[in-house]
């Protein structure tokens, strides 16, 4: 079993017990280590995720209990949302130092480092994702996708600053560009564009969220805002 493998079943289910996982993580000190964080954190998320305040209004607590409720039930059958929504494999603000953040991050400050970090597995994946796969993810943002936004490679819910969001990735004009619809109720600063090294991030308020994209720093990113605003529609 290979790195990126062990990894993938460690995201997967930190507790496996089939012999070529153990052995792995015996014959290499970077598995081992890998899979101890990956256990610690499985045990800070689902501790994390029972202290969640649900935030005002029925819309956001009719959102978190219901990502809550699946949360517990893919617990009782399968471990893999850990594999397929890799960003809540690093649940920001938990103890596993995998994310740096000054005390108040903005909304664009946690969306790159969420990219980052999840990079080792969103760079291989490719769900082919079909518009009602991606309305029936979005409609629990309050909005519904018209028309085709070209090739999806990823969508699905995940842990943004500790509340639940849209996730989504799909093709750019030059790359990937990755898609977060972040409920206003989440409690972050805004700013409209953000630079970080060779990445950058756009921030929109659409009627109940933040639309958020972040791409590489020579994606055309108002001209894929103009695409996304045209054919979503945030009435629902």
Avoid at 188 to 209: R, W, Y
Wanted: overall charge negative.
């Amino acid at each position: 079993m290979d790195e990126l493998e062990f990894r993938r079943n460690a995201y997967a289910d930190p507790n496996n017990q089939s012999p070529e996982f153990l052995a792995s993580a015996q014959e290499s000190e970077q598995n081992q280590k890998f899979l101890d964080e990956m256990k610690a954190f499985d045990d800070a998320l689902e501790a994390g995720l029972k202290d969640i305040e649900v935030p005002e209004g029925l819309a956001d607590k009719i959102l978190l209990n219901q990502t809550f409720e699946q949360y517990q039930d893919n617990q009782k059958h399968s471990r893999w949302h850990l594999a397929i929504a890799a960003s809540v494999a690093f649940f920001i603000g938990l103890s596993l130092n995998l994310i740096n953040f000054e005390q108040n991050p903005s909304i664009g400050e946690v969306a790159i480092e969420h990219v980052k970090n999840e990079l080792i597995f969103t760079q291989h994946i490719d769900e082919a994702a079909d518009l009602h796969t991606v309305n029936a993810k979005l409609a629990k943002y309050g909005g519904q996708v018209e028309q085709t936004l070209g090739h999806v490679y990823y969508v699905n819910h995940c842990s943004f600053g500790g509340a639940a969001a849209f996730h989504m990735i799909l093709q750019g004009e030059h790359d990937k560009v990755t898609v977060f619809v972040v409920p206003k109720s989440t409690k972050m600063a805004t700013q409209p564009m953000l630079t970080q090294g060779d990445m950058q991030a756009m921030v929109t308020p659409v009627k109940h969220a933040n639309l958020v994209l972040v791409a590489h720093k020579d994606e055309p990113m108002e001209k894929l805002e103009q695409k996304l605003s045209q054919r979503i529609d945030w009435s629902i």
